[in-house]
């Protein structure tokens, strides 16, 4: 079960492995062994690469778009921080076996406000980047970003185990 918490711990706090994708199609997955102040430096990095890559060209896209970039990364570190805060609860009563229904239904709730959360931030976010960005350029941001969202809820599905 340490294993578990280690993995989860991991995956949320890597950072990418390789360059952002340049167009569907492309992996990327998140490093390994990583350190929580590692993982915040590489993310950036590969985000903010990412977004250099799609827009912000021009002085004026760039002072609308950095912003709402910033803004939406801080959210979603907040997020970040809730999901692995749930996945080392869980994973410690995992470990103890003492996941009873109580404990169960509580990071079963937890874990749907999280996900609702996460929907309204997107939400929320796609109309500012749609004011910050052309069209196109909006929607592969946002698409890259979903990526790296679908991809870390994979590789988490892989290595939590189903409650007992």
Known sequence: MKKLAAAAAAL?????ATPPPSGPGILVLPGSSKNFDQFRFDDQECRSFASAQIGGKTAEQA???WPVYDEYQNDLKTTNERLL???????ADYKSKSLNDEKAKK???????????DGKR???FAPKVLQALP????ARYLQIENEY???LRYELAGVVPLAQ
């Open 122 to 124: 997107r939400s929320t």
């Open 63 to 65: 002072a609308k778009f």
């Open 149 to 151: 969202r679908i991809l």
């Open 135 to 138: 069209p196109k350029k909006a």
């Open 85 to 91: 805060r749930l996945l080392e609860s869980y994973a």
């Open 107 to 117: 990071l079963l709730n937890e874990w749907i406000a999280i996900e609702q959360d």
């Open 12 to 16: 949320l706090l890597a950072g990418c």
